[in-house]
């Protein structure tokens, strides 16, 4: 903290945490000879200004140091004095701070509450993160079973509602597709406001584009070819969603990690307006920030990770020529296989997804799309931050179409085969996967950035590298056994290290 390192003042113990009342006391008293220190003296008069009897008062209130609320009376019995101090300078510290409208970082053992405290210290003991606001508010905590029903909420609206389309995919699960419930916006209200933005659109990209012709071009002129269709991994059952942070697949929604389901706006309007209006509260479409890329979309608040937005919109067609040839459809598996792609050129029958770009990195990358019981969703894997422009990876080979050179995670996906199974070893940590789809995911998720930056510094242009280094590291890594995907919580006991993935699928473990 800032008085251990740039504080004016000596003090005998530097290695014990002080009293910050003491502490600030002798920095006022010091004002005056501390003119030239490298203390944040902006902080100096608005602690001065602090009336002294606050800090009294303060001081003298014996529960501020009270920390029994804190500890079992077993725990409190085994600290020495000196802890117990210690603790009570920390606790009287950060409700010091919390005080003084300064943020402060609330310590460990007080956010463990074994006694409930009075109503004083309630109002620290209740704050997880400083907010000005709400220093003085007692937050209190959702539990844990209402979340559940929230979650269990928006599971039903994806589920159980109908779409609309005329012409559905073969496979029965997709029959059952989701149309998700919409917020009732007063109509008029966004008609105007689509009208005004498309308008306000194309006379600021008209403008932009008169500009751009006189100066020299600084970025390459690409004529972009409307060859293509996005493309996502082959999923062999689409009801299943990855979870990043367990690592693992779940049937429908993490039950721990449940995403936020963003629903379209509504529209009835069969014009061309349609997909513009579809657009939900907080998104906006404007001249994307990536050069030649025409509109995109833009998040007006911040978006959390985990937000679900979809599912994407478009008329449905079996014929690959009029997909590949719009730029705008996705492709939809059924059982590994191209079933028909869901195409949103047409405005008309399309909603405001078909806006989205294609990320040209992993940083700039916020969105993952994926496939759940036939139609597409995309969900931010990051926060989106107000002022962020919404961007999705559209697949390598229309990447590569955009002039988009990025990792290609399949080519990745070699096996190696022990005892005639192949597996799929992780080049960057010791994992191992008994499906390219977990081996898959888990390069996505856990090191898709890594991946970029080997690419793009450390393998320029030699990918043969990559590879190479991957069947060395795997020679070297990779204990041939194999171990029955029957018994993963007997492994589990063992204690055995990097069992990744879901374990009825993941059963190799790596030395
Ligand atoms: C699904 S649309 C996205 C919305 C489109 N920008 C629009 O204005 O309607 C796909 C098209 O957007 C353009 N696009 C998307 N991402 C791009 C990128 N990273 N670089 C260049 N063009 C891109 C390409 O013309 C592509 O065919």
Not at 156 to 171: G, I, L, M, N, Y
Not at 324 to 345: F, V
Request: charged share 30%; with cysteine.
């Amino acid at each position: 903290m800032v008085y251990w390192t740039k504080c004016p003042v000596e003090f005998s113990k530097p290695w014990e945490p002080l009293d910050v009342s003491t502490l600030i006391k002798q920095l006022i008293s010091s004002i005056g000879m501390t003119a030239n220190s490298s203390f944040a003296f902006d902080e100096i008069p608005k602690l001065a200004n602090m009336e002294q009897s606050d800090f009294r008062k303060f001081e003298e209130d014996e529960r501020s140091g009270d920390i029994e609320q804190y500890f079992t009376k077993t725990q409190m019995a085994s600290l020495s004095d000196y802890e117990k101090l210690r603790y009570r300078n920390m606790k009287k510290n950060y409700e010091m701070m919390v005080k003084m409208g300064l943020p402060a970082q609330k310590p460990e053992f007080m956010k463990k509450q074994i006694k409930t405290p009075s109503a004083k210290h309630t109002d620290f003991a209740s704050e997880d993160k400083w907010k000005p606001s709400s220093s003085k508010k007692n937050i209190a905590q959702t539990p844990t079973f209402m979340q559940r029903s929230k979650k269990k909420q928006r599971v039903k609206h994806v589920d159980d509602t109908d779409s609309d389309e005329e012409w559905r995919p073969s496979s029965e699960k997709a029959k059952k597709s989701a149309n998700p419930p919409v917020f009732k916006l007063l109509k008029k209200t966004r008609k105007a406001k689509s009208e005004k933005m498309e308008q306000a659109c194309a006379e600021e990209m008209s403008r932009k584009k008169d500009e751009e012709n006189k100066e020299a071009h600084r970025y390459p002129q690409r004529q972009l070819p409307k060859t293509n269709y996005m493309y996502l991994e082959v999923p062999d059952d689409d009801e299943f969603i990855y979870c990043e942070d367990c690592e693992r697949e779940y049937e429908g929604d993490c039950p721990v990690h449940p995403c936020i389901h963003i629903y379209d706006s509504t529209s009835t309007t069969k014009s061309e307006k349609r997909a513009m209006e579809t657009l939900p509260e907080g998104l906006s479409v404007k001249e994307s920030r990536i050069p030649n890329a025409g509109l995109g979309v833009f998040a007006d608040k911040t978006f959390p990770q985990r937000s679900r937005f979809g599912p994407y919109e478009g008329e449905v067609t079996t014929d690959p020529d009029k997909a590949h040839s719009t730029g705008y459809a996705w492709q939809i598996y059924d059982d590994g296989t191209t079933n028909h792609y869901i195409d949103a050129n047409n405005k008309t029958k399309s909603n405001w997804m078909r806006y989205v770009n294609c990320a040209r990195n992993e940083d700039e990358q916020n969105l993952i799309a994926y496939q759940y019981k036939g139609q597409i969703f995309y969900r931010s894997f990051k926060d989106i931050l107000q002022g962020t422009e919404l961007l999705v990876w559209y697949g390598q080979d229309y990447g590569k179409d955009l002039g988009i050179d990025r990792v290609d995670i399949k080519s990745l996906l070699k096996p190696r085969y022990i005892n005639g199974e192949a597996i799929y070893g992780c080049p960057l940590c010791k994992a191992c996967f008994s499906h390219d789809r977990f081996m898959s995911n888990h390069l996505k998720y856990r090191h898709g950035t890594k991946l970029e930056w080997m690419l793009n510094h450390e393998l320029r242009g030699d990918k043969s590298r990559l590879h190479h280094s991957i069947s060395h590291r795997k020679k070297e890594n990779i204990r041939e056994t194999l171990i029955s995907s029957k018994e993963p919580d007997m492994l589990l006991k063992e204690g055995l290290p990097h069992l990744i993935g879901d374990s009825l699928y993941c059963y190799y473990i790596i030395l």
